[in-house]
């Protein structure tokens, strides 16, 4: 609405400007003589509003383009004034002089005339160019100048940092330009960082920012919080994204008006597919003070630690939570859970991690929360130690122990369990402690013949042999589980796909919710997670040029490593351009759940 009341007012205030002046209609060309296979152009001015405009008769001549209609608008001391030109590019057929006839335009009701022009045609030697080439030529000329009116800028809020530490990088786009379409075509490896990405305001508008004295809407399109994981120098790449702009067919004037005048309304405009690059940027990381306390686990940041029980007084074989809440700005998804030492008599498992973390602000933020799953064997009073968490103060630039007070723990007589306390089992196998107790049979009874032998007999060596199978049986189980433990990456490898097939489950739920963001997300993860498993590589460590070549040494085929990328970059094309279509989540998921299986058969 406002813009069509700046049109409106424009257009008063020309009409009222021309009133009184007078009506100029005429007719130039870039050159009076041309040689044979050399293009001219002719351009036909008025310097009011007119309709109607009528082209003359080109048959001597070929018409390569045109008509391309441009309109200036300036004010000099205080009277603004226009100028409407429609120009042709033109190539003669023949030698010769030729006459073009003046063209026509209405003014006010009014039909006016412009002047002719004549041309005289030459033998010459240039050969002319073809349609191929002046096409190129003009993309060429229209690519340069969409560049000067569309870009992307990327920028950090520190260019020095600390290994470990956040870093935020937001790429903005700047743009004088209508834009049709877009998406981001490439999105940065960022190699040697832990990438995390921060949600942008889906109603966000345009500002308007000043560079080089020039004018442009802006917005920012990708923003992340990056955690370097080593020390040096550090290079970010570029970022691509892919743009559809509206262009309108006029010569550039320079003038600050023309943006208002980047409409249809005004001539003819056609759509540009461009493809532009950001820069690329590179961060210098300091490591880390040396001889870091014995606690320190990598932790980055400013942190606060919580410790505390779900009860302080038990049963024998009952289970206790222990729960150790961490909360803070820095690398939260980072952390590893703290290693306790527990009493000799308790039980304890891998502890459960969950989050909840604010990722719409540009420093992350939140808490980490690990639960420990503890059972007393015995009754008595049990103490557990003091825990120590340490950090790497960002602010002071050191290192920072938090510890807390030792906790108590009261364990009264419980259920009574055969043996004493077993470590290394799993939940399931602690279940059946204490079930491998025979009933006493009832019902009748079967007597075996006074004076029948029973030494030497197969019941005999059957029940002598029976506790030294049984003892082997459960060395070898204890023996397969432990290496099981102690294999992290074999381990992974083998539960990589049932682990992908899970979360992939998941996402099919947030596909029927039309969880749209929520979708692309879960489906990257899932994929960057198996492939992390699979490969063997740290998440921290993967980025696609490693994935490829990692899948090549495995003889893995090239069009499903394409695939496995084109998917990736199609879920980050639909969770970080607010501008761009969204792919159809439901193909999304099928291709996810089919490169899983194609990969796990290749491999």
Known sequence: MKQLTLYIFLLFIILNNSLGQEVNFTASTSS?????????????????????????????????????????????????SQTIS????????????????????????????????????????????????????????????????????ASVDKNELYQGEQLTITYKLYTRLNIVNSAISKVPSFTGFWAQDIELDRNQNYTIETIDGIQYKSIPIKK????????????????????????????????????FFNDPFFGNTVNKEYTTRSNSLKIKVKPLPENPPTSFNGAVGKYNLDVWLDKNETKANEPVTLKIKITGKGNLKLLEPIKLNFPVDFESYEPKTSDNINQKSSTISGSR?????????????????????????????????????????????????????????????IKLIGQDIRFIKSGRSKFVKHGAKFFGSTKFFLIFLSPFIILTLFFLIIYKYEANLK?????????????????????????????????????????????????????????????????????????????????????????????????????????????????????
């Not at 807390?404 to 419980?414: D, F, Q, R, S, Y």
């Open 32 to 80: 009076e003589k041309v040689n044979m296979g050399e293009q001219f152009e002719v351009t036909y001015t008025i310097n009011a509003s007119g309709k109607n405009f009528k082209a003359p008769n080109f048959d001597d001549f070929i018409v390569l383009s045109g008509p391309n209609q441009s309109q200036s608008i300036q004010i000099i001391n205080g009277r603004l």
């Open 487 to 603: 294999d992290i990456v074999g381990y992974k490898n083998r539960k990589a796909t049932k682990i992908a097939k899970k979360r992939l489950n998941f996402a099919r739920k947030l596909l029927n919710t039309e969880n749209k963001e929520k979708f692309y997300e879960e489906v990257s993860k899932t994929i960057w997670t198996y492939i992390s498993d699979k490969l063997g590589i740290q998440l921290a460590e993967l980025n696609k040029e490693n994935v490829t070549s990692t899948l090549k040494d495995k003889k893995v085929k090239e069009e499903t490593i394409h695939r496995l990328l084109k998917i990736l970059e199609e879920c980050e094309y639909s969770r970080f351009t607010p501008l761009g279509d969204s792919t159809n989540m439901k193909s999304i998921y099928e291709e996810a759940v089919k490169i899983v299986i194609d990969i796990e058969e290749e491999l």
């Open 224 to 259: 992340t919080a990056l955690f370097p994981q080593r020390s040096g120098i550090l290079e970010i790449e570029p970022m691509e994204a892919s743009f559809v702009v509206q262009i309108q067919l006029r010569k550039r004037t320079g003038d600050w008006f023309d943006q």
């Open 86 to 153: 429609f120009s042709y590019i033109l190539q003669p057929r023949s030698e010769g002089k030729f006459i073009i006839p003046p063209a026509s335009i209405e003014v006010d009701g009014k039909k006016i005339q412009s002047n002719s022009i004549t041309i005289e045609v030459l033998k010459g030697t240039t050969k002319p160019q073809t349609k191929n080439q002046q096409k190129s030529i003009e993309d060429e000329n229209l690519t340069k100048q969409i560049g000067q009116n569309l870009f992307i800028r």
């Open 369 to 429: 929360t690990f639960e420990y799953l503890l059972i007393p064997r015995r009754q008595g009073n049990y103490t557990i130690p003091a825990i120590n968490f340490t950090f790497f103060d960002v602010e002071l630039k050191k290192y920072q122990t938090l510890t807390t007070p030792e906790m108590k723990l009261v364990v009264t007589k419980g259920a009574e369990v055969v043996g004493g306390p077993i470590t290394g089992l799993t939940k399931e196998e």
